[in-house]
């Protein structure tokens, strides 16, 4: 019992309760994605506060061009996988597409994460009808992120990955529906490609942690896709990632500590990764 007492203690996990203390201390919160052993391990050692085995999973290691594909089987692999090489790191991992489309499926998939895949906390694409099913998942004592804004395993619904919230309709809708879900229980929440105005909006009206991606210096943390910042992904990026390969890091763990001083200095994101 409290086996993680008998581990280096000068470095205690980070829990839920770091995450608020950090949010009121306006210390940010340095996440990134992973999805093996070998990188959590790495993630670690740089002192990543938050690792997030995302369904970006699905673009970034399987090489499809959405995270539909992406399967419940697939997303336990690889969260055991990285709960392996993780010791402080908080771990998120993402429901994937279509399982959480009723209470007992959602709740059924979130135990599989947690149980087989080493999970501390779910995340779900978030608002409207997802409120009821966050509800009933922090019932169920599940530390839950909800992630609002652009909500990438919708695209073929809502016609792409593009900036969402940029009108001030959907803008308040947003901010009305990120308010539903922290009054729903969710712990945490991730705020995708939406304008930094927004962004810095949201965070204030919420008590919880808020984690942004393209959404602006002013969230408590800062996310991105481990591929996407260490040029490891071809091709056009978004306009929020930036390589932290370039310039002084010589290789990925010194990428990595770049990464984690420029969140929480602030120096990252700048202008110029905003919308
Ligand atoms: O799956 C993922 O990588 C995400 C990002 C938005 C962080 O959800």
Redesign the pocket.
């Known amino acids: 019992m409290y086996t993680h007492l008998q581990r280096d203690v000068s470095r205690p996990p980070v829990t839920l309760s770091t995450l608020a203390r950090m949010k009121a201390e306006r210390e940010k919160i340095a ?1 990134l ?1 992973c999805y093996d052993a070998s990188f959590a391990v790495l993630l670690d050692q740089a002192d990543v506060d938050v690792v ?7 673009m ?1 290691i399987q090489g499809h061009d959405t ?1 539909v594909p992406v399967t419940m089987d697939q997303m336990v692999y690889h969260s055991a996988t990285v709960a392996r090489g993780l010791h402080r790191p908080f771990q998120i991992t ?1 429901l994937p597409f279509m399982s959480y489309p009723s209470k007992d499926l959602a709740l059924a998939h979130s135990v599989r994460l947690m149980q087989e895949g080493g999970a501390q906390m779910v ?1 779900l ?1 978030s608002g409207g009808k997802q409120t009821e099913i966050v509800e009933f998942l922090t019932g169920h004592d599940i530390a839950v992120c909800a ?1 609002v804004g ?1 909500k ?1 395993q919708s695209v073929h619904k809502t016609g792409g990955f593009r900036v969402q919230g940029r009108e001030q309709d959907t803008a308040q809708r947003l901010l009305k529906e990120a308010q539903q879900l922290e009054a729903a229980g969710a712990d945490l929440v ?1 705020l ?1 490609c939406i304008p930094a105005a927004l962004g810095k909006m949201i965070t204030e009206a919420l008590q919880v942690p808020v ?1 942004g ?1 393209g959404a602006g210096p002013d969230t408590d943390g800062q ?3 481990l591929y996407d910042m260490l040029d490891i992904t071809t091709g056009r990026k978004p306009r929020f990632v930036r390589n932290f390969l370039e310039g002084a890091a010589h290789n990925n763990l010194e990428a990595v500590q770049a990464y984690v001083r420029a969140v929480k200095s602030g120096e990252y994101p700048a202008p110029e990764h905003c919308f």
């Open positions: 996440c994605t997030l085995v995302g369904d970006s999973m699905g970034v995270t993402d995340k694409e992630h652009l990438p991730l995708e984690i991606i996310i991105l896709v």
